[in-house]
Nanobody
Framework: QVQLVESGGGLVQAGGSLRLSCVAS????????IGWFRQAPGKEREGVSC????????YYADSVKGRFTISRDNAKNMVYLQMNSLKPEDTAVYYC?????????????????????WGQGTQVTVSS
């Protein structure tokens, strides 16, 4: 069955870095775009970034642009989210998810309804 498992979360001071990993199984990962979302307590889940299946094109939410970098290794069925210059407002549970399309480009690429399978999430806490 389709599974997505995140890891790499933790506690970090403001200005620090973390790298999240997402391992996919149960499907051919190079056919699907993968996205990262996050949900802070009391807030809606929001899209952070996504990456296309083959050409590696990416999209970032404005709130993380220039600080976060998404990448993937299809040979290992892995997707990564490198997070630099972390801020307390980045504190959230981070989820990876499979998009029902192979591409990811432009506004609308992080629409939740386009994503069909989700991991269990990994907690990221940024202290001030």
């Amino acid at each position: 069955q389709v599974q997505l498992v995140e890891s790499g979360g933790g506690l970090v001071q403001a200005g620090g870095s973390l790298r999240l990993s997402c391992v996919a199984s149960g499907f051919t990962s190079d056919y699907y775009a993968i996205g990262w979302f996050r949900q802070a307590p009391g807030k809606e889940r929001e899209g952070v970034s996504c990456i296309s299946s083959s050409d590696g094109s990416t999209y970032y939410a404005d709130s993380v642009k220039g600080r976060f970098t998404i990448s993937r290794d299809n040979a290992k069925n892995m997707v990564y989210l490198q997070m630099n210059s972390l801020k307390p407002e980045d504190t959230a549970v981070y989820y990876c998810s499979r998009r029902g399309y192979s591409y990811c480009s432009g506004y609308g690429s992080l629409k939740r309804g386009d994503y069909d399978y989700w991991g269990q999430g990994t907690q990221v806490t940024v202290s001030s």
